[in-house]
């Protein structure tokens, strides 16, 4: 099995603000977009990436200024590696409710994991579960969406 030839790399330490994250968000797909991932791709990565961004922020750190998120992304021609973690106490996902459960369909919460999982190739917790793993496999060329 070959090594993966990374063309991208990024490792960042970004505070508890949402605009932090969202310049990350747009420096992230901006590379997708620069090697020509498809829209299908970069759609299920925005979307994901996003969830995970506003969990750390938000859940796992409570908006605190004095705690950071770290992001590591690498991208190779087939392949983004995102790495995300909070200095949370973290959670665990497997306790997480069914947000397709009827009593919790109009529920404000717990849909972004079900996001993560739905869109991305692979999404894993580690550590205290204030850490996430994901990849997504980019779409073969002219596969339909």
Request: charged letters at 30%; a negative charge; aromatic letters at 6%.
């Amino acid at each position: 099995m070959s090594e993966t030839r990374w063309i991208w790399h990024c490792e960042r330490v970004i505070p508890s603000d949402t605009e932090a994250g969202r310049r990350l968000l747009r420096e992230v797909l901006g590379q997708l977009e620069d090697h020509r991932w498809p829209e299908r791709d970069r759609f299920s990565i925005h979307l994901a990436l996003e969830e995970a961004l506003v969990n750390a922020i938000a859940h796992g750190n409570h908006y605190d200024v004095e705690k950071r998120v770290s992001v590591v992304c690498r991208l190779a021609e087939d392949l983004l590696h995102i790495e995300i973690a909070d200095e949370g106490v973290g959670f665990d996902p497997g306790r997480l409710p069914d947000p397709t459960d009827p009593d919790r369909v109009e529920a404000s919460g717990g849909r972004g994991v079900m996001l993560m999982k739905t869109y991305m190739t692979r999404v894993e917790f580690s550590g205290r579960g204030n850490r996430v793993v994901m990849q997504k496999r980019r779409s073969a060329k002219g596969s339909a969406a």
